[in-house]
């Protein structure tokens, strides 16, 4: 039981997360259960459900060695004495708080399950983003057990990114635990340290109580996303001003109290987490009386909306304020490169105001085309998936690069050029296309928040 470990929630944060920790600790069993069975049985099979670079290899290494992956919810709750809870957390759709507060409704269902199966103490390890205090009910709702049993708390956030999370896991900045002070607590803290120094350093793991940890985890995802955002609003000043974006991100990046890393402006960010842990912030922070904290960080959300739009706009008005009928390439579709995951990806919102346009979407991406079809499948147009590259640049007006992947500069955009409808435009979201080259095979080409090269306009290049 001591050196069984399971968790709850088989998705982007829990599998990796596992399957690092089992290959770092051979003496522990990990299970890792889900009540989805298609995912469960993907993790099972050959094609993992989450493309992640070194996931393949991490899994296969362990997997039915010390690493098992199971819908067995009851018994992997029975079997272990450690669980760690990654189940989702999304934002509210109805009811009090709808559209900021979390819904807790998957996580209060695990609190549920662990005291209907556990048959003795358990340590329960708040792996998922909550917001700060939910340990409080989670205590209280574990302590009405009548069985006698003794639950700790922990809060052990994530702070993997997608598309780096084995490395991110492997070698985090730190990991941070919580606790509660009493000496149940800080026992159990102790349990948890000396998983996580099979691998770590002393000097990466931060401990806390359990609340700084909570909090921390909501303000480090909302410091990194206003970073974003304040750089995507100096972006906007740049196209007025004809500032270069990258140089003013290099400038201030060189000053080592600001840093290099997080102020890329792009067509704003996305992924599952920034946007509802900023809104959690806020509903926080309104439930406790401060509406000026609130207010400060909702900005942040509104300015990565303004850059959505912003940039279409822009795609409408120079391809002469009409898109209607024309067929758009779009590269990149995932939220990030090296990852298929498309929830809350910018690309989303940027195609259906496209398709509002009327304009043709020829979609490409190397991961992403599958949750691209879903994403869009309640949406009217013409929308093409490509495989090839090629194949959606063919009879285009224009290419969109919504997603940095590398494979994206090495096209031959030469050959595209040829293919396309002229003028042919490239809007490059992202900022990762050689410009100048692109300008002189002839394109007209709108990097963001830097000078056009553009063959129509007189006033550009
Ligand atoms: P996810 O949706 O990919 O996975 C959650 C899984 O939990 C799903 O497979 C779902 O079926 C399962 N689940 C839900 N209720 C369950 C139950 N009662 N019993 C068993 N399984 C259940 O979500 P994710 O991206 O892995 O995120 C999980 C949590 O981690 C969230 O709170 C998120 O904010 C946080 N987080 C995510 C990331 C990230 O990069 N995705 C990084 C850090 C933290
Ligand atoms: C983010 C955090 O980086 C992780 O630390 C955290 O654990 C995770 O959220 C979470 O809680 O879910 P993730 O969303 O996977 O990770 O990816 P990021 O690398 O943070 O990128 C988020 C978005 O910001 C992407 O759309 C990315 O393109 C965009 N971004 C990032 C920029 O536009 N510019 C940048 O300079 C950096």
């Known amino acids: 039981m001591d050196k069984t470990i399971l968790c709850i929630g088989a998705g982007y944060v829990g599998a990796p997360t596992m399957a690092v920790l089992a290959d770092n600790c051979p003496e522990y069993r990990v299970i890792v259960v889900d009540i989805n069975e298609q995912r469960i049985a993907a993790w099972n099979s050959d094609k993992l459900p989450i493309y992640e670079p070194g996931l393949d290899e991490v899994v296969k290494r362990n997997r039915n060695k010390n690493l098992f992956f199971s819908t067995d919810v009851q018994g992997g709750i029975k079997k272990a004495g450690i669980i760690f809870v990654s189940v989702n957390t999304p934002t509210k759709t109805s009811g009090r708080g709808a559209g900021k507060a979390a819904n807790l409704q998957y996580w209060e269902q695990t609190a549920r399950d662990i005291i209907e199966h556990s048959e003795n103490d358990k340590i329960v390890i708040e792996k998922s983003t909550l917001p700060v205090r939910t340990a409080e009910a989670m205590h209280r709702i574990l302590s009405a057990n009548d069985k006698g049993l003794n639950f700790d708390i922990i809060s052990n956030p994530e702070f993997m990114a997608e598309g780096t999370a084995v490395d991110d896991l492997q070698s985090p900045d730190r990991v941070l635990i919580g606790a509660m002070e009493d000496e149940s607590g800080q026992r159990a803290l102790r349990r948890i340290v000396a998983i996580y120094q099979h691998w770590i350093a002393d000097n ?11 909090l921390s985890k909501l303000v480090a995802n909302a410091m990194l996303a206003q970073r974003v955002s304040s750089i995507n609003s100096i972006s906007a000043l740049c196209e007025k001003t004809d500032a270069n974006i990258l140089d003013v991100s290099d400038a201030i990046g060189m000053d080592s109290r600001i840093g290099a890393k997080f102020i890329k402006a792009g067509i704003g960010f996305g992924g599952s987490c920034f946007k509802k842990d900023i809104l959690n912030l806020v509903y926080l922070c309104e439930y406790y009386g401060l509406p000026e904290v609130a207010a400060y960080w909702e900005q942040v959300v509104k300015i990565n909306d303004y850059q959505g739009r912003r940039f279409v706009d822009n795609i409408v008005n120079r391809m002469f304020n009409n898109i209607a009928g024309k067929k758009i390439a779009v590269f990149g579709f995932a939220f990030k490169a090296d990852t298929g995951d498309t929830r809350e990806s910018p690309a989303i919102t940027i195609c259906k105001l496209l398709l509002e346009e009327n304009a043709q979407l020829a979609i490409h991406d190397p991961q992403a085309l599958h949750n691209a ?56 979201g992202r900022n990762i296309l050689d410009h100048q080259a692109l300008y002189e095979l002839g394109y007209n080409v709108f990097p963001l928040g830097q000078k056009a090269r553009n063959h129509l306009d007189c006033h550009s290049y």
């Open 204 to 214: 990466k793991i931060k401990t806390t109580n359990v609340w700084s940890s909570e």
């Open 373 to 428: 079809k879903l994403d869009l499948a309640d949406s009217s147009g013409e929308i093409s998936y490509c495989e090839n590259p090629a194949e959606a640049a063919t009879d285009a007006h224009a290419i969109v690069i919504l997603t940095e992947w590398q494979q994206f500069k090495d096209y031959d955009y030469r050959q595209f050029y040829r293919a396309m409808k002229k003028p042919a435009f490239i809007f490059d």
